[in-house]
Nanobody, 122 residues
Framework: QVQLVESGGGLMQAGGSMTLSCAAS??????MGWFRQAPGKEREFVAA????????YYADSVQGRFTISRDNAKNTVYLRMNSLKPEDTAVYYC?????????????????WGQGTQVIVSS
């Protein structure tokens, strides 16, 4: 059984920075990603990283501001968020999948964390 536990969310002013962490336990997961869901909206892709970090994808809305990384020795994936905007406000979810290839598709992830709230004030 794979468990994902996110941490690092909270309240931040626009223009600030924040780092989310996701600690994974269990086995048989490779690709990892971050998704977010704002009130009244669908859960959307934010960033994804392959097992060795060679392939990284970002949503257009966060490209150049957010950085995903992973430390496989610690079974942890990170999302560094810079230049935060009020529209970044959402619950952020960590996801892991058994596939090796990086993917932006929500349905291709097998495991999900409980989410961490990020609020960006203007």
């Amino acid at each position: 059984q794979v468990q994902l536990v996110e941490s690092g969310g909270g309240l931040m002013q626009a223009g600030g920075s924040m780092t989310l962490s996701c600690a994974a336990s269990g086995r048989n997961w490779y690709v990892m990603g971050w998704f977010r869901q704002a009130p009244g909206k669908e859960r959307e892709f934010v960033a994804a990283i392959s097992w060795i970090g060679a392939n990284i994808y970002y949503a257009d809305s966060v490209q150049g501001r957010f950085t995903i990384s992973r430390d496989n020795a610690k079974n942890t994936v990170y999302l560094r968020m810079n230049s935060l905007k009020p529209e970044d406000t959402a619950v952020y979810y960590c996801a892991a999948g058994r596939r090796v290839e990086t993917t932006t598709r929500r349905q291709e992830y097998d495991y999900w964390g409980q989410g961490t709230q990020v609020i960006v004030s203007s």
